[in-house]
């Protein structure tokens, strides 16, 4: 399974940017998608997740209510939709995937830049 993640860029605080990630090679029906963020000088995080299926999404407290994860399973792509950005949002962003729910992140897509100016 390959990974690209794009959509990154600048934005003022308040603005919203939405991030792609594409899919390709064999990807497992059952797996779980996910994103996941690393700010400068600190772990990365978890954002959000979603089943291919659609039937499960999660996120994490700070961004729950402020962006939304989608997919569409016949593209193969993920998006997450980024509103009311704050400067405390500005990280690199990774989308990730699984081989099964409950297993761990194997795949990693290379990560964009997401920079949120006061």
């Known amino acids: 399974v390959q990974l690209q993640a794009s959509g990154g860029g600048l934005v003022q605080a308040g603005a919203s940017l939405r991030l792609s990630c594409a899919a390709s090679?064999?990807?497992?029906?059952?797996?779980?998608m996910a994103w996941f963020r690393q700010a400068p000088g600190k772990e990365r995080e978890f954002v959000a997740a979603i089943t291919w299926s659609g039937g499960s999404i999660v996120y994490a407290d700070s961004v729950k209510g402020r962006f939304t994860v989608s997919g569409v399973n016949a593209e193969k792509v993920v998006y997450l939709e980024m509103n009311s950005l704050k400067p405390e949002d500005t990280a690199v962003y990774y989308c990730?995937?699984?081989?099964?729910?409950?297993?761990?992140?194997?795949?990693w897509g290379q990560g964009t830049l997401v920079t949120v100016s006061s």
């Open positions: 090679g064999r990807t497992f029906t059952r797996s779980t």
């Open positions: 990730a995937a699984n081989r099964g729910l409950g297993t761990s992140y194997v795949y």
